[in-house]
């Protein structure tokens, strides 16, 4: 699954800096996008049109600033109705469930995740 599209929609939306498939341990405050490990489904009827889950995972060092900054990626992510670049056109984006919080990890920092799940046309 190509993440661009997803990174693109949130790059100048959001200020805390944002990756694709790692994280660095270093990073204190930022967001993570992660594909599925199934990897995107196709549309038997609907030819070109796939259907995927991926992941965002919140780091920060606090836990209200990290739930928050996880509540704006998926109100971003959920307003899209339909979105086009060269890469891809996104018919929906959809969160399916409220920011999970995990224990602290390396460097005491709290990590939230949220899957979503969408609809898209590769160019």
Do not use: C, W
């Not at 259907?51 to 900054?69: C, E, M, P, T």
Request: glycine share 4%; proline share 6%; net charge negative.
């Amino acid at each position: 699954m190509n993440l661009n599209p997803f990174y693109l929609i949130l790059t100048g939306q959001i200020s805390s800096p944002i990756y694709m498939y790692h994280l660095p341990e270093s990073v204190s405050e930022g967001i993570l996008l992660l594909g599925s490990a199934s990897g995107a489904k196709l549309d038997a009827d609907l030819p070109d049109y796939k259907k995927a889950k991926f992941q965002a995972i919140v780091r920060s060092n606090n836990f209200q600033s990290g739930y928050d900054l996880a509540k704006q990626v998926m109100s971003i992510f959920k307003e899209i109705k339909s979105y086009s670049d060269d890469v891809a056109f996104i018919h929906f984006i959809q969160p399916l469930h409220d920011p999970i919080a995990f224990p602290s990890s390396k460097g005491n920092f709290t990590e939230f995740s949220v899957n979503f799940e969408t609809v898209y046309v590769e160019h």
